[in-house]
RNA sequence: GGUCGGUUGACCGAGUGGCCAGGUAGCGGUCUGCAAAACCGUGUACGGCGGUUCGACUCCGCCACCGACCUCCA
């Protein structure tokens, strides 16, 4: 199987041609949300990012294994050994067992990522389905001497691991600096070195997500999940691994540690992050106290947004900015975004009513190959979107008659479109079939309002033709005292 | 403090050693009874100062400012 992609590899910091291992297979891991708090602007980065990996690689014919996870334990406040676990603190706050708090926000997480339109992975696997196959990889790491036993927690050697590996090559980190730079955490003193990791936390006796272990009762740490996971349905080395910028260090380099020691093999050949969204310059983040949830952008309930903005209008703002830079939220930007969707909307509309003409005075077939290109160098989308609004722009010409197009070209320009626009890029249009109801009644008001005009002037052959077309059309009006009614007429 | 990245027109946001991003808003025009839409045209944009070059927004150096990561974060 050929393709031109070329992706940015976070490892070599250059764009690669993708080649997976296995053609025409693909396996893609990516780092999935901690479910202890609703879904805001932010996850829709990485979701929508991928998303368009996930659909663009099958476009071009693979065969793709997209793995997702849900991080349901494990995630940590900090580091330090008392530090709570985020869902277990969350489940306290609200009075709720641990698992109730993952269903609830998971269920938030799906239904947005629906909203959004971003497809659902191959497989979503969770954390506590996989205390196994993390305790698996626990005993490899003991037993090839990379960790060790504390108390009833086992934690990973980096310094050892460094002899032999390179640990921070991702995040272009060197132990030394590390070492010297970490801050000073309490609690700390069952670690060899500061910037050892939990593989296996022991529980507190109040602590109440809690599994039998050989080491004790206690829970896993978090970047273990994702070695195991990966590891159990992609294998030992796969292609592709995503997630956001911030997770590069400490997370994603701890999951190269865990997974090159216990395998002796590199785990992903290509490493992609994006960027984060930003508010006023600055990250948005939960920790930060200046997010959106989604729910919050749909409805336009949160005192940053003047409006609301559809689901649609975040995707494609979202895809106006390339996947490795920053984007600044504002309501100017969102507003311009939701503009610009409705020109494309309209176009792809367009598009669908064109007459041929014998001949064509553009050329589609240039357009599609600067579609592909766009894609190809390391999915830029607001360039394909550029040639988006080229394509609509074309049909514009050709449907007020300053340009031509032959049959074939039309259906080319047809295909283009949906395929860039709906399949690769995952946007729909909205407004499609949606506000209809509001607008019958509206327009229904309007007819209404016409015949009152018309029957004040005693214009009655317009009145009566009025009421007698629309009784054509299966709508009969009923005069009353206060006003007009009208129902549809059971056919 | 360390590491990395950014600074583009009214706003958002691509990109490149010499030519065009794109969207939104503005202005002028075509069309239209009026309006809208659409189409055409339009704005001396590339943080500052030097350097390399026939030519730099694009390469190099210095400076300023902003941000990310170094602790949990998508």
Known sequence: MQNNLHIFNSLSRKKELFRPLHPPFAGIYVCGPTVYSDTHLGHARPAITFDILFRYLQHLDYKVRYVRNITDVGHLENDADEGDD???????????????????????????????????PSIEPRASGHIIEQ???????????????????????????????????????????????????????EKRNPFDFALWKKAAPEHIMRWPSPWGEGFPGWHLECSAMS???????????GGGMDLQFPHHECEIAQSTA?????????????????????????????????????????PLLKQAYSPMTVRFFILQAHYRSTVDFSNEALQAAEKGLQKLMKGIETAGKLKPSAASTVNIDDLREKC??????????????????????IVNSVSDGSAKLDEKGIASLKDLLNVFTFDILGLKNE????????????????????????????????????????????IILKDKKDGVDWERNPI
């Open 372 to 393: 592909y290109s766009a894609m190809d160098d390391d999915l830029n989308s607001p360039i394909l979107l550029s040639h988006l609004f080229e394509a609509v722009r």
């Open 431 to 474: 407004s499609a079939g949606k506000e209809d109801e509001e607008l019958t009644g509206n327009l229904m008001n309007i007819i209404i309002d016409l015949r009152k005009d018309a029957r004040g002037k005693k214009d009655f052959a317009a009145s009566d033709k009025i009421r007698n077309e629309l009784n054509k059309i299966g």
């Open 231 to 241: 590891y159990k349905y992609l294998g030992e080395v796969f292609d592709i691994h």
């Open 86 to 120: 985020k869902i277990l603190k969350k489940a306290r706050l609200e009075h709720l067992e641990p698992m109730e708090v993952v269903q609830k926000y998971m269920d938030t997480y799906h239904r947005n990522m629906e909203q959004l339109n971003v497809k659902g």
């Open 262 to 302: 216990a395998h002796e093999k590199e785990p992903v050949r290509y490493w992609m992050h994006n960027n984060m969204i930003t508010i006023n310059g600055q990250k948005m983040a939960r920790s930060l106290g200046n997010f959106i949830t989604l729910d919050q952008m749909f409805s336009g309930n949160n």
């Open 135 to 189: 305790q698996m990889l626990i005993k490899e790491l003991l037993e090839k001497g990379y960790a060790y036993i504390v108390n009833g927690s086992v934690y990973f050697d980096v310094k050892k691991y460094n002899e032999k590996y390179e640990y921070g090559k991702l995040s272009g980190r060197v132990l030394d600096e590390l070492q010297s730079n970490t801050r000073t955490l309490e609690g700390q003193d």
